[in-house]
């Protein structure tokens, strides 16, 4: 039986000696061959020479893919997929923040509970910053409050997979791609282990807080329509509170007579009002955006090289 372990790189020259250090460990007391899908995202630093010595050390056993520039990781997780030959496959990231040794024991859990995947998930976010963690909690939290799909807070993309999950998820392809919520929404047998945070080996992380905040938004949009209708809520609500307040007013000047006076608090509402509109415009263009991507049916990535026994 075959493993994939597809490791998406990312500048990441520093971390994969340590990366390889660690699985040649594990290879010996894993019962399974293993095969490596390494996909050079773009890399601006040494990686993709890395890969090739690897490759051509390896004999057939190390295989790289080059992106043509950064597609960023969930491209880079497509590809790996794509490409993988094992009956199993596994996702880790380069910098052994997923660490290799718990392959063992997910692969056991896996075969003693026959199921078709194993994650993983982070118990603790020790070393994060405090508002990324904050952030991450509140993603997690909405996520699983608003989407149809179901997330495991802190869940990792390491985990295992069987050949028949992969195809399931293989079969998902569209452009805008949030792996952590495909994988759930593919259903399967899935079980989840907790292990402690482990701070990155070599090099520094790639995501700015602003990208995990694209991200985490891209999560909610790829995954519920809620937020249109909230827009949707929000203005009917308005729109029948306004039709009260209309009322109000002309019962009002009809009894009373008319004092031209109150003119802040009609700019006020005319600024409410045009913000809500703008908001819930904003909300929509985020859909529209998403189709656009979608319908233009670019490729998720472009290879520029890869290794010669896996055009
Ligand atoms: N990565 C990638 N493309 C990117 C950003 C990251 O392939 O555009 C890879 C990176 O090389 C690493 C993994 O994704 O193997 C996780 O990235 P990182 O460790 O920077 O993220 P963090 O662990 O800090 O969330
Ligand atoms: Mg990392």
Redesign the pocket.
Known sequence: MLLSVI??????EK?LPYFFAEMAKIEEVLPLDVEYIL?????TDK?LKLMKELSVKSGGKVHYFSFSR????E???YAGLQNAKGDYVTL????L?DPPQLLVEMYDLLVAHDLDSVATRRKNRAGEPKLRSLFARLFYYLMNKIGETELVSGVR?FRLMTRQMVDAVLQITEYNRFSKGIFSWVGFKTEYIAYENVA?VA?????SFWQ?LKYSMDGIVNFSDLPLNIASFVGALSCFGSGIALIFIVVRALLFGDPTSGWPSMVSIFLFVGGLQLLCLGIIGKYIGKIFLETKKRPHYLVKESDKNRP
């Open positions: 490791v998406p790189c990312f500048n990441e971390s996909i050079d995202d773009g890399s990686t950064n597609f960023g990781k491209a880079a997780i880790m990231d380069a910098d923040q993309d990155r090099g520094k992380t790639s995501w995990l």
